[in-house]
């Protein structure tokens, strides 16, 4: 009796802790955004998860830079990237430390140095997104255009490859914010359009998996990387396993996810990243 009690409690503990991880990047996704449109989906993983629409990105408020950020655990000073402009052979500002690619180190390289039998993977809209990371550590590196599109491959590669790490970069929102600008009509449509293209995704991978969402920027009329709030806050959400339900205390950037992601695995955040993790499982 008390071995069965002992099993029981193992396997209690064990399941506060998820098997693989899934980022859903949405591009150009404002906090406004999220209030004023329909997305259950979005919303849905909100209540069930803990999350934040205070999160700050980082400055500028560009494409690079805060993709950078995410899957590196730190800011433009420490890896460099600090325009959409830069360029592995052009830039700055050196990185403060190199990983397994001539790049700061991101979450692929550092899980993959650690644990190489992982299997990583990014499916990504915007091509810019692929110099960012260490493809190199990836059993998967694809761009497919368009986010519809990009979400089939995703969900395609999961059930086929079961990966461990799935970074899904999605552009249309971002698209549609450059065109008619950011919370118009045509914003929103596009964002409840992704709604549900997120909500295909959280069904695929199923409720054993964190499901992680964050955007790098929001906007202004049909622009951004300007000093306003309503492009530096971002949404982080986090939902699954081990995750308490609620709202993230003030303080969260974006360079907290990698070492989330990283703590969750059970692997040390590389000593040259900044962030925190946002949650601590058992």
Known sequence: ???????????????????????????????????KAKAPNLKALMKRGAYTLKARSVMPTVSSPNWSSIVSGAGPEQHGVTSNEWERDKHEIDPVCIGTEPIFPTIFGVLHAAKPALKLAAIYDWDGFGRLIEKSALHSAQR??????????????????????????????????????????????????????????????????????????????????????????????????????????PGVNNFDIAPTLSTMFKVRPHPCWVGKALVKWQ
């Open 144 to 249: 497919v255009l368009h986010s519809a599109e990009t979400t089939q491959a995703a969900i395609e590669y999961w059930n086929r490859e079961k990966p461990a790490l799935l970074f899904v970069h999605l552009d249309d929102v971002d698209h549609a914010g450059h065109t008619q600008g950011w919370e118009g009509a045509h914003y929103i449509d596009e964002l409840e359009r992704i709604d549900a293209l997120v909500g295909q995704l959280v069904t695929t991978v199923g409720d054993k998996t964190l499901i992680v969402v964050t955007a790098d920027h929001g906007g202004t009329g049909t622009k951004h990387g300007n000093l306003r709030m309503n492009e530096l806050q971002i949404p982080v959400i986090l939902a699954g396993p081990g995750v308490k339900a609620g709202e993230l205390a």
């Open 1 to 35: 009796m008390r071995f069965t009690w002992i099993i029981f409690l193992v396997t209690s503990l064990w399941s506060q802790r998820p098997q693989s991880a899934v980022v859903i990047g949405i591009d150009g996704l404002s906090v406004a955004g999220i209030e």
